[in-house]
């Protein structure tokens, strides 16, 4: 059974940082995309980043020079490094994996797989 299991969230200040991670196990994911999405309350759920296999990542435009996504293909982990956070920011942060090798991953219908998610808050 595949399940991806999110961490690292919690409670930090306005400009400061947290590291998420999210360790797929059940199959091996080092051939495809993974992503990140966040979701705040009342809202939809919307495309922060995603990564591709070769370890190259994508980037909504609102998140450029403050967060960057990685991955270790050995340990089927993605990261999200998140700098600079504002209150805005503030939401449940999903990982996923899409099972295809075709370009792509800013909308979560591109998905297959997705984690529980973790809370990040982000007081002013």
């Known amino acids: 059974q595949v399940q991806l299991v999110e961490s690292g969230g919690g409670l930090v200040q306005a400009g400061g940082s947290l590291r998420l991670s999210c360790t797929a196990s059940?199959?091996?994911?080092?051939?495809?995309?993974m992503g990140w999405f966040r979701q705040a309350p009342g809202k939809e759920r919307t495309f922060v980043a995603c990564?591709?296999?070769?370890?190259?990542?994508y980037y909504a435009d609102s998140f450029l020079g403050r967060f960057t996504i990685s991955r270790d293909n050995a340990k089927d982990t993605v990261f999200l490094q998140m700098n600079s956070l504002k209150p805005e920011d503030t939401a449940v942060y999903y990982c996923?994996?899409?099972?295809?090798?075709?370009?792509?991953?800013?909308?979560?219908?591109?998905?297959?797989?997705w984690g529980q998610g973790t809370q990040v808050t982000v007081s002013s």
């Open positions: 990564i591709n296999r070769n370890g190259y990542g």
């Open positions: 059940g199959r091996t994911f080092s051939s495809y995309t």
């Open positions: 996923a994996v899409r099972v295809t090798t075709m370009s792509g991953g800013r909308s979560v219908d591109e998905y297959d797989y």
